[in-house]
């Protein structure tokens, strides 16, 4: 099975659990990965070159998915608009279009460079934040979907939603060297990051993809 795998912070819960996964997997099927940022993952999917993987939220409409997403209630810190001109990130999709739902102006940062940019001090609107003040709900900014093994995705994102996932130290810190922040702040940013789709975040996509297809037409 080849598994998309974004490359961001907001995931790591997720690699760790699934790293143990598969070594723990009676199965013990092969599992190989692509790593790439969201927008070419979501790619990647739709050309069948993987097999599952988290997507962005707004092309996940027409593909088989599970009950897993990256959802954020209120400020996510990794999804900014910055000041200046119009701008998309192109790492993203659903972000890019959530600031023209939202009629905010300016450069659209997201992931782990946009974390360290608000670490750092650095001034931008959270979207998140915006949805939420607009709606009440969550923001829902990817799902994990598949083309194929669809029973062992399913299985793999049950045992998730059902695992209280523990990182270890030594991965914490060094992840978070690699994006020159602490370990502190890195758990501190996973805290406001969750993957169960409850009936917020369900209601919060629905209306995301009914405004998004409204913004188009």
Known sequence: MLFGSISYLNLLPFQVFL???IKNSATKMSFRYKRAVPSQINK????????????????SQKCKCTNLGIIANRKVYSV????????????SASSNQLAKILDLKGRVLIGDAA?????????????????HRETGLP?????LCYNRHGKTIKKLA?????????????????????RGITAKQLSWYLEHIYYDMDDKAKKSLKLFLKKSKKATQ
């Open 19 to 21: 790293k143990r996964y």
């Open 44 to 59: 990647a999917l739709k050309r069948r070159e993987v097999n599952a993987a988290f997507i962005s939220s707004i092309t």
């Open 80 to 91: 900014l608009l910055l000041k200046g001109e119009d701008e998309s990130d192109p790492a």
């Open 115 to 131: 974390l360290k940019h608000y670490l750092d001090g650095g001034e931008g609107i959270d979207l998140a934040e915006v949805w």
């Open 139 to 143: 923001f829902v900014f990817a799902r």
């Open 158 to 178: 049950y045992d998730f939603s059902r695992t209280k996932v523990k990182i270890p130290q030594y991965i914490l810190k060094q992840e978070a060297k690699k």
